[in-house]
């Protein structure tokens, strides 16, 4: 009978490595949460949208520092191992987000207001441009053969985490507070609620171990041999960027965009669109680990394809009829429908990225591919939603948008799959 003593460090090497994942979301995501109230905080404007597509705008910046932070701070990594560069992306996404925890508004500090706050998301941006990288890679590392794709989908599962938590106290606050509390300062209580958690977790993580992998390589690249690795296998890194095309834009929309689209669309409750919220996040935490499972046994090409061809198939009649239709049943309805196609697309994806990076440069080539479609797409998925909603007048627009990037990650996948040969993808479902 074998021990079963060796699992114990494994799921503790999860935990820690995830746990500051999960703070690095839960801060990055509470402002999508809270867009309209730091709308009226920061950006005040005559027309109601404006002042929202101006916060949400903000919260779209902080993506555009990702690709930076996932050359340098992925280079970092590359050259320093994992256990340094985490450490190292927690302390800066508590700096972004100490920041706009307690700046001043509009009324009392005028313009600057709003250009502290565009800081902090760019701290934030900076350092999560990496953050998925490097503990997505990490976990690749440590995982036991064969079962790749179950242990790297706890990745994007403890996001999950965080958008339930942000979800839950958001509804708690919405509960108990008025909505003029909420407006002057009832939203800056998960912002610091994220500050005081940042402690434990250092604790935490600190205990993390270097990987084996890491250390078995007897050479490191500089930032320079990595950058010519990134344009050596351009190919790779967009394709890579276009497979998280889907995922990045599903997810900020079933999460980051679903308050505000309950709210100032559907013209549902506070308390409605947030409990939705949280149902989504506990969708998306049972789907991941269980299709990354399945990817390990099928392969990772036909779970992603099936999914995107579903996608592109029922998003935009499922949103329709939601519009058609608006109700806190409905929209819980749509968006579990829509959290299935992210769980189980996304639990195969992390992993496939992380299998198509060249071993050397694996944190740096997973990041940038991350952080570009995160940059280009999903970030500014909110504002691009509001958008298509505005101009269009049709309120289901957001989901021609969520159809657009399930093409794009069918495409990548293809041309992936075709590329690398029945080989590589014979390797990928045992690996």
Not at 92 to 99: I, N, W, Y
Not at 110 to 123: F, N, Q, S, T
Not at 205 to 230: G, N, V, Y
């Amino acid at each position: 009978m074998h021990s079963p003593q060796p699992a114990s460090p494994l799921w503790k090497s999860v935990l820690r490595v995830t746990s500051g994942n999960f703070l690095e979301m839960y801060d990055f995501i509470v402002y999508g949460f809270y867009a309209t109230f730091i709308a009226k905080t920061f950006f005040p404007n005559s027309n109601p949208f404006t002042s929202v597509l101006l916060s949400l705008l903000a919260f779209g910046a902080g993506f555009l520092m990702r690709p930076l932070g996932a050359i340098v701070l992925g280079a970092y990594i590359d050259k320093h191992g994992r256990r340094r560069g985490l450490m190292l992306t927690l302390g800066l996404m508590a700096c972004g987000t100490l920041l706009i925890a307690f700046v001043p508004s509009y009324a009392a500090i005028g313009l600057l207001a709003p250009i502290l706050v565009v800081m902090g998301r760019l701290l934030q941006g900076f350092s999560a441009g990496v953050e998925l990288g490097g503990v997505s890679v990490y976990l690749s590392e440590i995982a036991p053969p064969g079962k790749k794709g179950f242990y790297v989908s706890f990745q994007s599962a403890s996001q999950q985490v965080a958008v339930v938590f942000a979800a839950l106290l958001g509804a708690i606050l919405a509960y108990s507070l008025t909505r003029e509390d909420m407006s002057s300062w009832g939203w800056r209580v998960p912002f610091v609620i994220g500050c005081l958690i940042v402690p434990f977790i250092f604790v935490i993580r600190s205990s993390l171990a270097e990987t084996e992998a890491f250390l078995a390589r007897k050479h490191h690249p500089d930032i320079h041999e990595i950058l010519r690795s990134m344009v050596a296998n351009w190919e790779v890194v967009v394709l890579g960027a276009l497979m998280v095309v889907m995922t990045t834009v599903s997810f900020y929309m079933i999460t980051a965009y679903t308050p505000t689209f309950g709210k100032t669309v559907l013209h549902l409750a506070d308390t409605d669109a947030l409990i939705v919220t949280v149902c989504v996040g506990v969708s998306n935490f049972f789907w991941l680990p269980v299709m990354g499972a399945v990817s390990d046994r099928v392969g990772r090409a036909p779970v992603m394809m099936t999914f995107t061809v579903l996608t592109i198939l029922t998003a935009y009649p499922a949103m329709s009829w939601l519009v058609g239709n608006p109700s806190f049943g409905n929209l819980l309805m749509v968006e579990l429908w829509l959290s299935f196609l992210y769980g189980s697309y996304n639990g195969a994806m992390v992993v496939f990225l992380t299998e198509v990076m060249p071993p050397a440069v694996r944190t740096a080539g997973f990041s940038l591919a991350y952080s570009l479609a995160t940059a280009l797409f999903g970030g500014m998925t909110p504002a691009i939603a509001q958008s298509l909603i505005e101009y269009s007048g049709n309120k289901a627009a957001p989901a021609i948008w969520l159809s657009f990037a399930a093409l794009c990650g069918l495409f990548a996948v293809f041309m992936l799959r075709r590329t690398r040969g029945a080989a590589t993808e014979a390797e990928l479902s045992t690996a």
